[in-house]
């Protein structure tokens, strides 16, 4: 049975950091494209955002809106996929998903939900000013 699970949310003031984690269990890790998704508020689940990806040869893409303060990355002994974000703003506060799906990673850029079969339960980031 494949899991993902988001661990690392929580409330944080405008400026700071959180480096949220995916475990993911039942698949070949290594083998996997994966991602961070995040759900704005008000906004329909068919609309989550894709902000990262990883393809199982370590090659990495970003969303326009968070390049250069967030860090997508792997621990394939761990089995866990990592979101390190920095210098947060109230418009990050979202629920954020990891995905995953077979590698390579077929999509352009950081791809959309249906690049994706497998997701996690979501962890909420809040940021406040």
């Known amino acids: 049975q494949v899991q993902l699970a988001e661990r690392g949310g929580g409330s944080v003031q405008s400026g700071g950091s959180l480096k949220l984690s995916c475990v993911v269990s039942?698949?070949?890790?290594?083998?996997?494209?994966l991602g961070w998704f995040r759900q704005l508020p008000g906004v329909v689940e068919r609309e989550l955002g894709a902000i990262a990806g990883i393809d199982s040869d370590g090659t990495t893409t970003y969303a326009d809106s968070v390049k250069g303060r967030f860090t997508i990355s792997k621990d394939n002994a761990k089995n866990t996929l990592y979101l390190q974000m920095n210098s947060l703003t109230p418009e990050d506060s979202a629920m954020f998903y990891c995905?995953?799906?077979?590698?390579?990673?077929?999509?352009?850029?950081?791809?959309?939900?249906?690049?994706?079969?497998?997701w996690g339960q979501g962890t909420q980031v809040t940021v406040s000013s």
């Open positions: 039942g698949l070949p890790f290594g083998d996997y494209c």
């Open positions: 995905a995953a799906d077979p590698a390579p990673c077929l999509h352009a850029g950081v791809g959309t939900i249906d690049d994706y079969n497998y």
